[in-house]
């Protein structure tokens, strides 16, 4: 069975930098896209970023292209989120996703809050 764990959230001000983990277990990671979700509140769960299987391509949302960064490293079973430049706009739960056997599986998200 596949977990995920997200971690790294917290509270931070506008301009901060914070950096987002999610550990997997349960799965053959190092052959799975991975991707970086998040949620504002009252709002619809919106794709982030995702990295290939090697991590040689990545991908952006336009909203965060330029200030996020996302990485894996598939000895350790993780993925990153570093979020540089924080904007308001920004707060949400963070949610990574795997796709491994033809099923999406989802962490249980990770809360960010940017304030000013």
């Known amino acids: 069975q596949v977990q995920l764990v997200e971690s790294g959230g917290g509270l931070v001000q506008a301009g901060d930098s914070l950096r987002l983990s999610c550990a997997a277990s349960?799965?053959?990671?190092?052959?799975?896209?991975m991707e970086w979700f998040r949620q504002p509140p009252g709002k619809e769960r919106k794709f982030v970023a995702r990295?290939?299987?090697?991590?040689?391509?990545?991908y952006y949302a336009d909203s965060v292209k330029g200030r996020f960064i996302i990485s894996r490293d598939n000895a350790k079973n993780s993925v990153y989120l570093q979020m540089n430049s924080l904007k308001l706009e920004d707060t949400a739960v963070y949610f990574c996703?795997?796709?491994?056997?033809?099923?999406?599986?989802w962490g249980q998200g990770t809360q960010v809050t940017v304030s000013s």
């Open positions: 996703r795997l796709l491994g056997g033809g099923k999406f599986y």
């Open positions: 349960g799965g053959t990671f190092s052959t799975t896209l």
């Open positions: 990295i290939t299987s090697s991590g040689g391509n990545t």
